[in-house]
């Protein structure tokens, strides 16, 4: 109960912090979704050759990279 009214109390008592992070978080999250879409996009448009499977595969990655290395920040 005391960590609902510490969240509660925070909130109130801090709604410039509260849009702020809402803000990032929203950017960060339509940045990562615009992200995947392009390479969902390359990938069905490509022939699916098994050095452009192994590129895409790799950007992929490093896309789950950098939302792990955003994660952590949080």
Not at 20 to 42: C, I, K, N, V
Request: proline fraction near 3%; charged fraction near 20%.
């Amino acid at each position: 109960m005391e960590q609902i009214h510490a969240t509660i109390t925070y909130y109130l008592h801090n709604p410039a912090n509260i849009a702020a992070y809402l803000s990032r978080l929203a950017t960060w999250r339509e940045q990562r979704y615009q992200e995947s879409m392009s390479f969902f996009t390359t990938f069905s448009k490509e022939k699916r050759s098994p050095l452009a499977v192994r590129a895409n595969a790799s950007k992929l990655l490093s896309i789950a990279n950098k939302v792990r290395t955003y994660a952590r920040t949080l």
